[in-house]
């Protein structure tokens, strides 16, 4: 058996190199313009991955909404530090919070106009999450988790992610938004929404996750 194995293997190596392979028969330039067309926005990546590649979006979200749950499962059972060594040096303290200050602007502006230039959701929750993170370690865990159920943060990246899922139904549906003109900051229908509700999501979570892991590992 191992021989049909072999010669397969064989095969496929020498349709690879003699062969042409179909996709060099297309001018790469024509099928950016053609994906920028189709979306209405001049970010052909932020339109790939939220039109043309949908479906792989939504698992992404699903599968990070799923992470942060198993994050609070496994952390359950285990007992919380009794005291929890923060950073209060001066120095790391503005330094922290400048950082904080920088990703949180960086996290907003990737979020609205992510689909008018490189960015978008995933990296706008990266940069919020980045700077809940940065607060987290340099404040009061009890603090950081009152603010937290202050603001309703659960709730409020349950139902980013039902929106999202909703909102991507309609879309694989064929229901189109109205896409505004190409270069605006209203312009590509439903993208810059999901932009955000996808920014929104990541940084609660991680938000989530940051405040388990020093409730329960200390600072890591």
């Known amino acids: 058996m191992k021989w049909v194995y072999?010669?397969?293997g064989i095969i496929l190596y020498v349709k690879m190199l003699f062969m042409p392979n179909p996709a060099s028969q297309f001018d790469p330039i024509?099928?950016?313009?053609?994906?920028?067309?189709?979306?209405?926005?001049?970010?052909a990546v932020t339109g790939i991955i939220l039109r043309n590649r949908l479906?792989?979006?939504?698992?992404e979200v699903v599968v990070f909404t799923i992470a942060?749950?198993?994050?609070?499962?496994?952390?359950?059972?285990?007992?919380?530090?009794?005291?929890?060594?923060?950073?209060?040096?001066?120095?790391s303290l503005v330094l922290a919070r400048l950082g904080a200050t920088i990703c949180a602007l960086v996290s907003v502006e990737l979020a609205i106009r992510g689909h008018l230039s490189p960015g978008g959701g995933?990296?706008?929750?990266?940069a919020g999450g980045t700077a809940i993170g940065l607060v987290a370690i340099t404040s009061s865990p009890e603090m950081m988790q009152a603010i937290y159920k202050r603001w309703h943060a659960a709730i409020l990246e349950k139902v980013s992610v039902l929106i999202f899922i909703v909102l991507s139904v309609f879309t694989l549906a064929g229901v189109e938004f109205p896409r505004g003109e190409m270069g605006n900051l209203f312009s590509g229908g439903v993208i810059p929404i999901l932009n955000i509700l996808v920014a929104i999501k990541v940084a609660l979570g991680s938000w989530a996750a940051v405040l388990l892991f020093i409730r329960y590992r200390g600072l890591l």
Do not use: M, R, W
């Not at 995933?122 to 990266?126: E, I, K, S, W």
């Open 68 to 91: 942060i749950i198993g994050c609070s499962y496994l952390l359950a059972n285990e007992k919380p530090f009794s005291k929890i060594h923060q950073f209060t040096d001066q120095p």
């Open 6 to 8: 072999i010669v397969a």
């Open 55 to 59: 479906y792989d979006t939504i698992f």
């Open 122 to 126: 995933f990296a706008a929750g990266v």
């Open 30 to 43: 024509s099928i950016v313009e053609k994906i920028v067309k189709d979306c209405g926005i001049p970010s």
